[in-house]
């Protein structure tokens, strides 16, 4: 495509001008390569994030014709949504979570409902559902409120409806559990997992990884047949905090076979315990779905 020759001008323009982000790369690469990042690493990957960000744009315009997309796992998650109940697809801001558009060419059978924040980044949300408008009865708005939301998700999951939500940012005040990823530990919101609880169906993961160019891998792993959760709080935190523990696990396995697909461009690990609400029973209480939005 010829928009992406203008990826290596406007890489360049982020790398000068925006300091948080080039040392928030810098960080999370020293961390996952063991050694200071150099100074082309910090570039390619600010490079991989405009690559998504514009691709964004045609995904939705053309879906997938325009690109070179890799399926595994499709049989997982097709496995996970064959009682007719549905199931919950858990992403992260890892690779493009607008690439699990294209299952609707790959498996058509499947509906699919995303719940993204429409309050954030609104000018790209309105550019992108105005390629795309039929796709907008697709989005969840995490916006809405939880209540709003939970019925709306409740309601998919009894149209046999594939629910996907980002679980690796905590809204400030939001209940989380930590777990480790890349050798330190950061705090994960627990609403995905009680959402899960409460639908009573599968989760699976779900990335868009970038390779590169106009490649993409769609990876579906099975995570949790099922989630049930002890009324006990004090039995129901340890639950939480396995489940988010294989959850980080599987990201940072993707994380260390493709590095640059790694999209929190802030000091995710301090971040994520200077937000998060104390993860006791009272947070777990009050926890809506903020954690599972864009």
């Known amino acids: 495509m010829p928009a992406r020759l203008l990826l290596y001008p406007i890489t360049l323009y982020f790398f000068a001008r925006r300091g948080t982000e080039r040392r928030a790369s810098r960080a999370y690469l020293q961390q996952l390569l063991g050694r200071p990042a150099r100074t082309r690493e910090v570039l390619r990957h600010f490079h991989a994030f405009a690559a998504t960000t514009l691709d964004r744009v045609f995904f939705l315009?053309?879906?997938?014709?325009?690109?070179?997309?890799?399926?595994?796992?499709?049989?997982?998650?097709?496995?996970?949504?064959?009682?007719?109940?549905?199931?919950?697809?858990?992403?992260?801001?890892?690779?493009?979570?607008?690439?699990?558009?294209?299952?609707a060419a790959r498996a058509?059978?499947?509906?699919?409902?995303?719940?993204l924040d429409r309050?954030?980044?609104?000018?790209?949300?309105?550019?992108?559902e105005s390629l795309a408008p039929?796709?907008?009865?697709?989005?969840?708005?995490?916006?809405?409120?939880?209540?709003?939301?939970?019925?709306?998700?409740?309601?998919a999951a009894h149209e046999g409806a594939l629910i996907a939500v980002l679980a690796d940012r905590a809204r400030a005040g939001e209940a989380t559990v930590d777990a480790p990823l890349l050798g330190l530990r950061a705090a994960?919101?627990?609403?995905?997992?009680?959402?899960?609880?409460?639908?009573?169906?599968?989760?699976?993961?779900?990335?868009?990884?970038?390779?590169?160019?106009?490649?993409?891998?769609?990876?579906?792993?099975?995570?949790?047949?099922?989630?049930?959760?002890?009324?006990?709080?004090?039995?129901?935190?340890?639950?939480?905090?396995e489940l988010v523990g294989?959850?980080?696990?599987?990201?940072?396995?993707?994380?260390?076979?493709?590095?640059?697909?790694?999209?929190?461009?802030?000091?995710?690990?301090?971040?994520?315990?200077?937000?998060?609400a104390p993860s006791g029973d009272s947070a777990d209480q009050s926890a809506g779905v903020g954690g599972a939005s864009a």
């Open 61 to 103: 315009a053309h879906g997938e014709c325009d690109f070179d997309l890799q399926v595994s796992g499709l049989d997982a998650l097709l496995d996970a949504l064959a009682d007719g109940h549905g199931a919950l697809l858990l992403g992260a801001h890892v690779g493009s979570f607008e690439a699990l558009r294209v299952l």
């Open 108 to 115: 058509p059978e499947v509906r699919l409902r995303l719940v």
């Open 119 to 128: 309050e954030q980044t609104p000018a790209l949300n309105r550019l992108l």
């Open 134 to 155: 039929a796709l907008r009865p697709q989005v969840i708005d995490a916006a809405q409120g939880t209540t709003a939301v939970m019925l709306s998700m409740v309601e």
């Open 188 to 241: 994960f919101p627990i609403a995905p997992w009680r959402i899960a609880a409460t639908l009573g169906v599968p989760v699976v993961l779900g990335l868009g990884l970038y390779l590169g160019g106009n490649r993409y891998h769609l990876r579906f792993e099975s995570l949790a047949r099922r989630v049930a959760l002890p009324r006990e709080a004090s039995k129901r935190m340890p639950v939480l905090a």
């Open 246 to 276: 294989q959850y980080a696990a599987r990201i940072e396995a993707q994380l260390r076979e493709h590095p640059f697909n790694w999209f929190n461009f802030y000091d995710f690990w301090a971040a994520s315990f200077d937000q998060a």
